[in-house]
C-alpha cells in the first residue's frame, strides 16, 4: 500500500520553508554532500504540493543538478511557466546556502480518454514479482537508502540489469510519499544501475528526466536498463520504470565521468 507507514529514519525534517537533511542523506561522492535522490525528490515535492492538480497529471519531471549540494539546510522555490487549458509547465529551484545547486521543470497534461485505435508497444514485463525474491544481504553501518530485490545481473553487472527498488523512508518527516514523489525519488536509480560495470560507478549525473505516461499505483518500482553508451567521459543511460501491474514510464540521465574516492 502506497501510504504504509515507512520505519526508516526520514531524509528531511522541515522548519519553516526550509528543510534540513538527516544523515541518511549523504552521498556517494562527498559525505558533507547530499545524494542526488534527495535533491530530485524534493524539488518533485514541492512542485505537487504547491502545484499538483487531480486534473492534471505530472508527465515530466527534468531535473539539472549544476552543483555539489552541501549537506546543510535547504528550501525550494517555485514558479509557473505556463498555466494552459491542457498544459502546466512549473520550474523549480534548489536553494542551499543562498546559492542555487540544482533546478527542475516538470510538465503537467490534463487527463483525458485515450484515443481510439491500436498503436505497438514493447511486450509485457515478465518478471518474478519483489516478493518472489530473496532480499540482499543486510549492509553494515550506514542505513539504506532504498530497498531492492534483483532480477538478474545486479549492480555492478556487465550483463543488462534488472531489479525491484522500495524506498523504506519518508522523504519528509510525517509526510507519506505521493505515487509522483515515490518516482522521482527512484529516478536516480538510474544513474548506478544504468552506468555502473565490472570497475563499479565511475560516473555521475549531471542530470534526470524523468517521463510518466502512469504513475505507479503501489510500493515497488522495476528498473531495467535500456540503454547505455559514453565516449570522451560522457554517458547516456536509460531504464524502463515498471510497477507490478507494467510499465509506467522512463527515466535518463546524461553523466561525466568521476573516479570515486573510497573513504
Known amino acids: 500500500m502506497i501510504g504504509a507507514t515507512m520505519p526508516g ?17 549523504r552521498g556517494p561522492w562527498d559525505p558533507n554532500s547530499l545524494h542526488g535522490r ?30 555539489m549540494p552541501p549537506f546543510a539546510p535547504a528550501e525550494v522555490r517555485t514558479s509557473v511557466a505556463r498555466d494552459g487549458n491542457r498544459i502546466r509547465v512549473v520550474d523549480a529551484a534548489f536553494i542551499s546556502g543562498g546559492a542555487s545547486i540544482a533546478r527542475a521543470s516538470a ?10 485505435g491500436t498503436v505497438w508497444s514493447p511486450p509485457s514485463w515478465q518478471v518474478p514479482g519483489p516478493l518472489e525474491l530473496a532480499p540482499p544481504d543486510a549492509p553494515g553501518g550506514r542505513e539504506p537508502m532504498w530497498e531492492t530485490r534483483v532480477i538478474d545481473h545486479g549492480f555492478g553487472s556487465t550483463e543488462r540489469k534488472r531489479a525491484w527498488l522500495r524506498e523504506n523512508r519518508q522523504l519528509v518527516e510525517g509526510e507519506e510519499l505521493t505515487p509522483f514523489v515515490r518516482a522521482a525519488f ?18 555521475v549525473n549531471a542530470d534526470i528526466t524523468l517521463y510518466l505516461h502512469r504513475l505507479p499505483a503501489a510500493e515497488w518500482l522495476g528498473f531495467e536498463v535500456a540503454s547505455h553508451h559514453a565516449d570522451e567521459g560522457i554517458a547516456v543511460a536509460e531504464c524502463a520504470i515498471y510497477d507490478e501491474r507494467g510499465a509506467i514510464g522512463r527515466s535518463l540521465v546524461c553523466a561525466l565521468a568521476n573516479r570515486r574516492t573510497l573513504r
Open 186 to 203: 527512484a529516478s536516480d536509480f538510474t544513474n548506478p544501475f544504468a552506468n555502473s560495470g565490472s570497475a563499479g560507478l565511475q560516473f
Open 38 to 67: 534527495v535533491v530530485a525528490g524534493l524539488l518533485a515535492h514541492e512542485i505537487e504540493a504547491r502545484w499538483g492538480d487531480n486534473a492534471f497529471r505530472p508527465a515530466r519531471l527534468t531535473v539539472d543538478l549544476y552543483r
Open 107 to 116: 510538465v503537467f497534461l490534463k487527463r483525458a480518454e485515450n484515443p481510439e
Open 9 to 25: 529514519t526520514p531524509f528531511f525534517s522541515r522548519e519553516g520553508e526550509s528543510y534540513t537533511p538527516n544523515d541518511v542523506c
